[in-house]
């Protein structure tokens, strides 16, 4: 017992040291795009922010989160940070799978080494090995110049597998080989090279019913899942909406504004939202609240959720027929713009294609409504080449 309790400070305690050198890692969510930083990054201005600081890193790698589903998920990141083993980490979007790797990363040894991830589901199959093995120079037609794969790009780190269920079979066969053997060839070399990197991956697609269903290979899946966290969506803990989303608001209230708090509506609707884009889609309903709001107080409209709208109000209450549809088409836009941008991650062309929408259309549509995809883009990869995101 004693001897877990030592691993568990110890643990946080060099994540704070690690946290505290890395304003990008997990702790700190980015700064706002007009360049202020976010309240609370300057802690020595406000003494009791930093007191909030810490509570929330010793609550568990700068995920926030008390509720029962969420600590037993997270209960075992300490064990993971020490050792070597490839982790797979599960969970719908926007649940904190990122943010889970980067905080083992951040707390292993290999934290002072890249942590790189790679969107899976953003190559096409024939891209895959280059991206992951790199290639000589002359090895195919278009390789003018050598080029580092992603597992040389990380070497002594972490390499991040987002989305690992959309590996096409070839791609994880090519990807067992270095699970296997920690051993890999450059496209066009001849040369073995030793990979020394740790696989962290993450699934929201239910890896074990591909297995089963012969889509995902069950070696691949063994190999990659020697631990495996899954995360619990934000409707199945409730007890951690409002301080995640008193946090939020702290962190991203603009400078000139005073401090906010929530209304009891608005704490109300918080807590009836079903939030199918969890934590990423209350972060970005408090940063849009923070920027909207007018008053200290902020009010269930500043949410943009609009959900209690058609329900909340008896029907005679001066409400036709005609008003309530559009309140509910609004509202189905709305939550549905949301999860999608969310899933595609700001993507929105790859929305449009997903929604079989015209791009422009679905564009007005976002305006509409308020949404800024580059809210959901959550520093994941864009597609193509730009996919990998070295942090430190
Ligand atoms: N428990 C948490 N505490 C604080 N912030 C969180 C938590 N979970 C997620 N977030 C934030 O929510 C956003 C989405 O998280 P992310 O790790 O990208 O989710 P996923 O990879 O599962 O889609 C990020 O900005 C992240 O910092
Ligand atoms: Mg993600």
């Known amino acids: 017992m004693h001897g877990v309790r030592t691993m568990t400070d110890r643990f946080f305690a060099e994540l704070r040291d690690a946290l505290a050198d890395d304003p990008e890692g997990a702790q700190q969510p980015a700064a706002l795009d007009n360049g202020h930083p976010p309240h609370g990054a300057a802690t020595h201005e406000v003494p009791e922010s930093l007191a909030g600081r810490l509570r929330v890193m010793q609550t568990g790698a700068g995920l926030i989160g008390q509720a029962p589903t969420f600590v037993k998920a997270i209960a075992q990141l300490p064990a993971i940070a020490q050792s070597e083993a490839t982790v797979l980490i599960s969970g719908e979007t926007g649940t904190g799978k990122e943010l889970a790797a980067r905080a083992i990363h951040h707390s292993s040894a290999r934290a002072p ?13 024939s891209l895959m090995e280059d991206e992951l093995f790199g290639h000589e120079r002359g090895a195919f037609t278009d390789a003018r110049d050598q080029r580092l794969g992603l597992i040389a790009q ?15 079979e070839r791609a994880q066969v090519a990807l067992l080989r270095v699970l296997q053997d920690k051993r890999f060839r450059a496209l066009g070399s001849s040369r073995e090279q030793q990979a020394n990197v740790r696989f962290v991956a993450a699934t929201n697609a239910p890896l074990g019913e591909l297995v089963q269903n012969g889509s995902f290979r069950t070696d691949v899946y063994y190999r990659l899942s020697v631990f495996s966290i899954g995360l619990p969506p934000l409707r199945d803990r409730t007890d951690d909406i409002l301080p995640l989303a008193r946090h939020f608001l702290h962190t991203y209230t603009p400078p000139n504004k005073p401090a906010l708090e929530l209304s009891p509506a608005a704490a109300d609707a918080l807590l009836t939202w079903s939030w199918p884009g969890n934590v990423r889609e209350l972060e970005n309903a408090m940063i849009r609240a923070a920027h909207v709001c007018e008053t200290s107080v902020v009010e269930a409209e500043d949410l943009g959720l609009a959900q209690s709208a058609t329900n909340a109000k008896p029907l005679s209450n001066g409400h036709t027929f005609k008003a309530l549809k559009k309140l509910a088409i609004e509202r189905f836009e709305r939550e549905y713009l949301s999860r999608l941008m969310s899933e595609q991650h700001g993507n929105v062309t790859r929305a449009a294609l997903v929604s079989g929408k015209d791009r422009r259309d679905l564009g007005r549509l976002l305006k509409k409504h308020r949404i800024d995809p580059k809210r959901f883009s959550g520093g994941e990869s864009p597609p193509s080449r730009a996919g990998t995101h070295p942090v430190s």
């Open 113 to 125: 080494f890249p942590f790189v991830a790679l969107n899976c589901g953003s190559f096409p199959e």
């Open 154 to 168: 990380a070497e002594r780190g972490t390499l991040f597998l987002d989305e690992v269920g959309t590996l096409t």
